[in-house]
T-cell receptor, first 113, second 118 residues
Framework: NAGVMQNPRHLVRRRGQEARLRCSPM?????VYWYRQLPEEGLKFMVY????????ESGMPKERFSAEFPKEGPSILRIQQVVRGDSAAYFC???????????FGPGTRLTVT | AQTVTQSQPEMSVQEAETVTLSCTYD???????LFWYKQPPSRQMILVIR??????QNATENRFSVNFQKAAKSFSLKISDSQLGDTAMYFC???????????????FGQGTILTVHP
């Protein structure tokens, strides 16, 4: 059973461009979570999705950030008009329908130049 | 809101010795779990150990054990016989059951950088 997949692993964007981060959960997992890790800090929750539904987006910035988890395909975290402060590692985690543990992907490191 | 505090930004230990990492948390919930995650230089988040709040017995996984003090809201990690591969950032994390079978978000502490010296 493959683990949580994230791509790309590294992404460089110029200020004002769009960044799209993808996450494929583990097989059988229907819950996806996105976390952001700024340099030298812990992970901060952004959004929790189930298939075609956003369950909790209390950690998402109000502007420029959006997330989706369609019926088919990976979950996407989109950041529009990126700014230098968006530079961070973005982690995706998934969990099964029943269960407490979240399994993390390797992360996407976003650098905004 | 839940908060998790790790008061030790950095710790170091000699190989084969024992080290304890501290974590405190604040919550009004009763049904929750606590975790320790390890993040080595590869940045992959690895689950080390978990503790259910309703269990009085402290969790143990090989060389890793916890001291869970529910009344004091304390959850420390003890690493015995430290190995060079234990060098990593360690995060304490909290999750609670808001209802049903899903648990929602993890709340992480700031992390403790552990260095194991040969």
């Amino acid at each position: 059973n493959a683990g949580v997949m994230q791509n790309p692993r590294h992404l460089v964007r110029r200020r004002g461009q769009e960044a799209r981060l993808r996450c494929s959960p583990m097989k059988g997992h229907s819950h996806v979570y996105w976390y952001r890790q700024l340099p030298e800090e812990g992970l901060k929750f952004m959004v929790y999705l189930q298939k075609e539904n956003i369950i909790d987006e209390s950690g998402m910035p109000k502007e420029r950030f959006s997330a989706e988890f369609p019926k088919e395909g990976p979950s996407i975290l989109r950041i529009q008009q990126v700014v230098r402060g968006d530079s961070a590692a973005y982690f995706c985690a998934s969990s099964p329908p029943i269960g407490v543990e979240q399994y993390f992907g390797p992360g996407t490191r976003l650098t905004v130049t | 809101a839940q908060t998790v505090t790790q008061s030790q930004p950095e710790m170091s230990v000699q190989e084969a010795e024992t080290v304890t990492l501290s974590c405190t948390y604040d919550t009004s919930e009763n049904n929750y779990y606590l975790f320790w995650y390890k993040q080595p230089p590869s940045r992959q988040m690895i689950l080390v150990i978990r503790q259910e709040a309703y269990k009085q017995q402290n969790a143990t996984e090989n060389r890793f054990s916890v001291n869970f003090q529910k009344a004091a809201k304390s959850f420390s990690l003890k690493i015995s016989d430290s190995q060079l591969g234990d060098t990593a950032m360690y995060f304490c994390a909290f999750i609670f059951n808001a209802g049903g079978t899903s648990y929602g978000k993890l709340t992480f502490g700031q992390g403790t950088i552990l260095t194991v010296h040969p």
